[in-house]
């Protein structure tokens, strides 16, 4: 029997080679090509001659109408927050998070809201259906008119879409399908290309808003290629940890609305409920005053957050002074502490630092650069911050304090929950007062310290 031939597919681009190597030299990432089998036969794409195939009509853009993409909601207010509003008809969505974290719980209440209303279709490959009709009686979910179909065969799912014609359809999950046409196993780079891609023309050309859910790597990247994110028109995470009790769902791509929306769950008894103040997640209830701590409002897509960072500083025994942040990038950490002993004489060479954003919710805006700093200070003098303390700004390079977006909203949301003090960059100082609130507006980061030094006095 002759051998089956074999190339390398990257898992990052999706590029070609036949031969591995350790970087890909499409996209320069390193060990990201797996080998897979070389599919023999016929491209069912290029049976139809090109002569015979239909072209679409080239159209004046200013000819074509700009109508707002429809949307409907799906019973869950904070799943349809990180959506943008709602799902859009013909839409393809991608969630992805690691195993037991709620996809197919919170999957199955959005179905279970929609088919009173829609047509909804639930596909699964991991479960059969007395699991997932156990799973509802836990929830005391009833929907007697969703479908149900176990499968994981392309081909048959595509033919339950034509004849059973839902309006919204559920793949649980797209690394289980697999394809008669092709002769790799499920999970492969294959498979998972060409399922997503036959899936998702299926549901361009027939108006169905298809969700997939999408396995993660030991990284936390979507598993197979990342050509995957691309095909669909809106990627959403799960963060968290499982042992906590609180979810995190945060968009990193939609078409059809901002990205970076964040979605707060709660998994209780009864499945996911949405959080009505998130930012109470966030914050530490701490009966007296304690040193490394300061509050800080992030932005989250639309949505403002108040979280609280915690530093601690120790006296390093090692050779090497440990730099460690959880929820914080730590390369900006690092940049910071130079920051700090340029521009502000306050030395953490010989010093252990350790960062830590409360709740498990991970800050990516450079807005939290002041909060870090002022928390770093407080743990090296052991002295609290005043109470009611809210904190927002970037630090640059030369010392200065860097205006951050939306800073009306975020000073309104600290307000609504009883802060009393803002330390913000001076480009961000409010036109008129905030009522209740007391604004302390800087330039440059020894102009803060020196601030912080007169409220302790």
């Known amino acids: 029997m002759a051998k089956a031939k074999t190339n390398y597919t990257c898992t990052e681009c999706g590029d070609v080679s036949n031969k591995w190597m350790g970087q890909c030299l499409a996209c320069g990432q390193w060990n990201t090509l797996v080998e897979t089998i070389v599919e023999a036969g016929i491209n069912r794409f290029s049976t139809q001659p090109q002569a015979l195939a239909q072209t679409a009509p080239v159209l004046s853009l200013a000819d074509i109408d700009a109508t707002d993409v429809p949307r409907f909601g799906t019973g869950i207010e904070e799943f349809d927050r990180v959506l943008g509003g709602g799902l859009v008809t013909g839409g393809v969505v991608l969630i992805g998070g690691d195993p037991g974290i709620g996809k197919s719980t919170l999957l199955l209440q959005a179905l279970a809201n929609l088919s009173d209303t829609k047509k909804s279709l639930y596909v699964s490959g991991e479960e059969s259906g007395a699991q997932i009709a156990m799973r509802a009686k836990r929830l005391n979910i009833v929907a007697s008119e969703l479908k149900f179909q176990a499968e994981i065969q392309l081909e048959k799912i595509l033919k339950t879409l034509a004849d059973l014609k839902p309006e919204v359809a559920v793949i649980d999950s797209i690394q289980t399908v697999y394809s008669d046409a092709l002769s790799s196993a499920p999970g492969s780079v294959a498979q998972v290309r060409e399922c997503a891609a036959q899936l998702t023309r299926v549901a361009k050309q027939n108006d169905i808003t298809i969700i997939l ?245």
Do not use: W
Not at 244 to 267: D, I, P, Q, T, Y
């Open 213 to 457: 859910v999408g396995h993660v790597t030991k990284e936390g990247a979507l598993a197979g290629p990342r050509v995957l994110e691309h095909m669909v028109d809106t990627v959403l995470y799960f963060e968290g940890d499982t042992h906590s009790s609180f979810r995190l769902v945060r968009a990193v791509k939609n078409r059809f609305g901002a990205v970076n929306e964040l979605g707060v769950f709660a998994m209780t008894e009864k499945g996911l409920k949405g959080v009505s103040n998130p930012s109470a997640l966030f914050l530490s209830q701490h009966d007296n005053a304690v040193s490394g701590s300061c509050v800080m409002v992030t932005q989250e897509g639309t949505r403002p957050l108040l979280v609280e960072i915690q530093a601690l500083v120790d006296t390093s025994h090692a050779p090497n002074a440990k730099r460690l942040s959880v929820g914080l990038e730590q390369n900006r950490l690092a940049m910071l502490l130079a920051v700090l002993h340029r521009h502000a004489g306050v030395a953490a060479f010989d010093q252990d630092v350790f960062i830590n954003a409360v709740g498990g919710v991970k800050i990516t805006e450079p807005a939290a650069d002041l909060a870090v700093l002022l928390a770093i200070n407080s743990s090296m003098r052991d002295k609290p911050l005043p109470r009611g303390l809210v904190v927002f700004g970037e630090v640059g390079l030369a010392g200065e304090i860097r205006p951050a977006p939306r800073g009306q909203e975020r000073l309104r949301e600290a307000a609504k929950l009883g802060f009393t003090m803002a330390m913000i960059p001076k480009a961000n100082a409010p036109k008129q007062k905030i009522e209740g609130m007391k604004i302390i507006a800087v330039e440059r980061i020894d102009e803060a310290f020196d601030k912080m030094r007169e409220l302790d006095d």
